[in-house]
């Protein structure tokens, strides 16, 4: 079974900007996740989504959106960049909606915002 | 409010040697789950093992098992034998459920000497 996806693995892009990232989870998994990496925040938690449902979203302003499609694949998008996105953004893949004991990573896509 | 403490920012640990990685939560909700995610230099997050709150038994994978100690609020990763492979930054994690987010820890990197 193929892992969980990210495209592209590396972004270098400028401030005001807006950049799309992209995530396709297992085959069959439902659920995907968004966080951001960064050295002093740690991992924080952007939103989840369900079956093209956001069904939660962390703290991060509106410039963070994202969606997902019917084959389960997701797309995060952050517009008018700033330095501070300079991260590394993660997605999580869950199975049939349940948390608790899958959820599997890819590989993530590191943004460099100059 | 949901948290996770790791308070050992940095371990140094002799090859082949046992590890236990510290890990503290806090937590009101009497259902959650509890992971520990191995996180090499490339990046990607690497599901180590699960526990949930209701389980009776510590989860076992291979080398890696979790001492839970749910009275305490503890889940320790312990790492036998270790490997040099097992360099790495080491999380730990929690979550409420379905669609919720996961919520790290700060992290341990963990250095294996040869």
């Known amino acids: 079974k193929a892992g969980v996806t990210q495209t592209p693995r590396y972004l270098i892009k400028t401030r005001g900007q807006q950049v799309t990232l992209s995530c396709s989870p297992i085959?069959?998994?439902?659920?995907v996740s968004w966080y951001q990496q960064t050295p002093g925040q740690g991992l924080q938690f952007l939103f989840e989504?369900?079956?093209?449902?956001?069904?939660n979203k962390g703290n991060f302003p509106g410039r963070f959106s994202g969606r997902q499609f019917s084959n389960s694949r997701s797309e995060m998008n952050v517009s008018t960049l700033e330095l501070g996105d300079s991260a590394l953004y993660l997605c999580?893949?869950?199975?049939?909606?349940?948390?608790?004991?899958?959820?599997?990573f890819g590989p993530g896509t590191r943004l460099t915002v100059l | 409010a949901q948290k996770i403490t790791q308070t050992q920012p940095g371990m140094f640990v002799q090859e082949k040697e046992a590890v236990t990685l510290d890990c503290t939560y806090d937590?009101?909700?009497?259902?959650?789950?509890l992971f520990w995610y191995k996180q090499p230099s490339s990046g990607e997050m690497i599901f180590l093992i699960y526990?949930?709150?209701?389980?009776?038994q510590n989860a076992t994978e291979g080398r890696y098992s979790l001492n839970f100690q749910k009275a305490r609020k503890s889940a320790n990763l312990v790492i036998s034998a270790s490997q040099l492979g097992d360099s790495a930054m080491y999380f730990c994690?929690?979550?409420?459920?379905?669609?919720?987010?996961?919520?790290f820890g700060k992290g341990t990197r963990l250095h294996i000497l040869p």
């Open positions: 999580a893949s869950g199975s049939s909606g349940y948390a608790y004991n899958e959820q599997f």
């Open positions: 085959s069959g998994h439902r659920s």
């Open positions: 989504y369900f079956s093209e449902t956001q069904r």
């Open positions: 937590t009101s909700d009497p259902s959650y789950g």
């Open positions: 526990q949930g709150s209701y389980d009776q």
């Open positions: 994690a929690m979550t409420k459920g379905e669609g919720d987010k996961i919520i």
